[in-house]
């Protein structure tokens, strides 16, 4: 069972120095952390390193996290959803090392272990944002050894709201160094939309906030008791964030043909997002691979094993290195 031991997260970021791949130093409290959101991949390979330290991007500190194989033959840059944060991705992480990958991923702002308010951005370009400056420290720190923490090929692979922001970096910075951009249950619109979008107009002029809904988005009791357990959630919707995704879809929404293809993984019990909409979207707008779990809900990284099972064997047809 996931989270069985007790993890401050205070006592970690009070322990966080600038990321670097010099130092050997390890906060103490990161075993914590790593116990009990299950980043221990050391059955995985035995010589993983993993990096941990701030980034910073505009306002904000960004807790980012390398986990590098000794000899990786391509790279994952990892995005996750809204709520969510870098230790509930451990399913992901591991197939990904498995396959012979370093992984680079972060908490956006608001999220997991980085700073800003919970749960809420001004403008999605934020977000945006977190991705360019992750790069220029990365190449400004590494310089010429960057080719080698980060070997080409690069892939991106995004979570709901992840997605919409690795899609949105893509459209704004340049695809051509990406192999493959991975997305599951990509955001465009929400559920029901239709009708919470009048919800919104009423909220945005009479309170900032309500209180989180916690959904089972995942048919995953082990997955479900840790979201309610979780030192890292949020437990509060601010109407600031709704309103970025609002503006942001409205524009994404307005684009043309979106210049490179889709890799999708989106399951039919999908009550998060308005995901046939989305998927239509997507079909009418680049060349889409579309994975379709009969039975799946939003979260399908941490989904049930037999969910699991079908979409890292989808993902190993595309995405792991020819031997």
Not at 91 to 102: D, K, S, T, V
Request: glycine share 6%; aromatic share 12%; with cysteine.
């Amino acid at each position: 069972m996931r989270g069985q031991g007790a993890f401050d997260p205070q006592q970690l970021t009070d322990q966080l120095g600038a990321f670097s791949l010099e130092s050997d130093q390890v906060p103490t409290a990161l075993p914590s952390y790593t116990d009990f959101y299950r980043l221990d991949f050391a059955d995985v390979q035995p010589q993983l390193r993993h990096h941990i330290g701030w980034v910073p991007s505009g306002d904000f500190t960004i807790a980012a996290q390398l986990f590098a194989v000794p000899e990786p033959r391509g790279t994952a840059f990892m995005c996750h959803g809204y709520y969510d944060h870098v230790g509930l991705f451990g399913h992901l992480i591991e197939f990904l090392l498995r396959a012979g990958l370093n992984v680079l991923t972060f908490d956006f702002p608001g999220h997991g272990l980085s700073s800003g308010p919970r749960a809420t951005i001004e403008s999605f370009d934020h977000y945006v944002a977190v991705l360019v400056d992750l790069q220029h420290y990365l190449e400004s720190q590494l310089g010429d050894h960057a080719a080698a923490a980060f070997p080409q090929p690069w892939h991106v692979l995004g979570q709901s709201m992840g997605g919409a922001i690795a899609m949105e970096y893509l459209l704004q910075y340049g695809h051509e160094r990406f192999s493959e951009v991975v997305l599951f249950a990509p955001l465009i619109r929400p559920a029901s939309w239709g009708i919470n979008r009048w919800v919104y107009e009423i909220a945005r002029r009479t309170i900032t906030q309500r209180k989180r809904t916690v959904t089972e988005n995942a048919e995953n009791p082990e997955f479900i008791d840790l979201m309610k357990r979780d030192p890292l959630a949020p437990d509060v919707l601010p109407v600031q964030w709704v309103t970025a995704m609002v503006n942001w879809m409205k524009a994404f929404e307005q684009r043309g043909k979106l210049p490179f293809p889709l890799h999708i993984a989106q399951g039919d019990q999908d009550k998060t997002i308005d995901w046939r909409h989305n998927i239509a979207f997507f079909s009418s707008h680049t060349d889409v691979d579309l994975l379709r779990i009969p039975g799946a809900r939003h979260h399908l990284v941490n989904e049930s094993a037999h969910i699991r099972a079908q979409l890292f064997q989808w993902m190993s047809e595309f995405i792991t290195p020819a031997h």
